[in-house]
């Protein structure tokens, strides 16, 4: 074989070998921008689920509000203050919420979406409590992770309450305590005069600060 031939087939190795090079580069460049693409996907999926609950939360502020002008107070935060039994002490502000909200004397609580609407922890009462006879489950508000939104009234700001998670952080332990937040300005109770509606938020832990609230 003369110099040239080996010179040509030099030249052909090196510029497969370019090659080679190249498509590795354009994949580690594709495989970077999949990779973005799904972090900012995941991400602005998350943004979305945050503003759908704060809307939750703010149409069960409007309800409450509404409930307040007509009852003279907020709906109550407990089973026991809505005259209603219970098979168990779970999800009871939430639950309470919703009796208060469609009881028959209430009948603005109709407009309270059907979609936002859940059972986590699938109890129901013997009590006929709602404006429509025959139901007898006591569901929850639910956040845009299928978890309950905690209700606090200020005589129970210092009462733990336990929720029983649609989707909890750890499968192994979907039940989860919650008490009223304060205020980091002055200590004492936020809303101190109102009532807290509470999510856990993307975490899906109560107490942390992405917390959803009112």
């Known amino acids: 074989m003369n110099a040239t031939a080996m010179t040509a087939m030099s030249r052909q190795r090196r510029a497969a070998g370019f090659t080679l090079v190249e498509v590795l580069a354009v994949l580690a460049i594709l495989s970077l921008l999949m990779g973005l693409a799904i972090y900012g996907f995941g991400k602005q999926k998350e943004r979305g689920a945050v503003v759908a609950t704060r809307g939750a939360i703010q149409e069960l502020e409007?309800?409450?509000?509404?409930?307040?002008?007509?009852?003279?107070?907020p709906p109550p935060d407990t089973l026991?203050?809505?005259?209603v039994r219970a098979d168990n002490d779970l999800n009871e502000g939430a639950e309470a919420l919703y009796c208060g909200l469609?009881?028959?004397?209430?009948?603005e609580g109709n407009n309270l979406r059907e979609e936002l609407l859940g059972n986590t922890d699938e109890?129901?009462?013997?009590?006929?409590?709602?404006?429509?006879?025959?139901?007898?489950?006591?569901?929850?508000?639910?956040?845009?992770?299928?978890?309950?939104?905690a209700y606090f009234t200020p005589s129970s700001y210092d009462r733990?309450?336990?929720y029983l998670m649609g989707d909890p952080a750890d499968p192994n332990d979907p039940e989860q305590r919650v008490t009223?937040?304060?205020?980091?300005?002055?200590?004492g109770f936020a809303n101190a005069d109102r009532f807290q509606l509470i999510s856990a938020g993307p975490d899906r832990l109560f107490g942390t600060?992405?917390?959803?609230?009112?």
């Open 160 to 162: 733990e309450q336990r």
């Open 62 to 73: 409007l309800l409450i509000t509404t409930f307040e002008t007509k009852k003279g107070g």
């Open 123 to 149: 109890d129901s009462t013997a009590t006929a409590f709602h404006r429509e006879a025959g139901i007898t489950a006591l569901l929850e508000a639910l956040d845009a992770w299928g978890n309950p939104i």
């Open 102 to 107: 469609h009881a028959k004397s209430f009948p």
């Open 180 to 187: 009223a937040r304060k205020s980091e300005v002055t200590g």
């Open 209 to 214: 600060e992405d917390d959803v609230t009112n």
């Open 80 to 83: 026991a203050g809505a005259k």
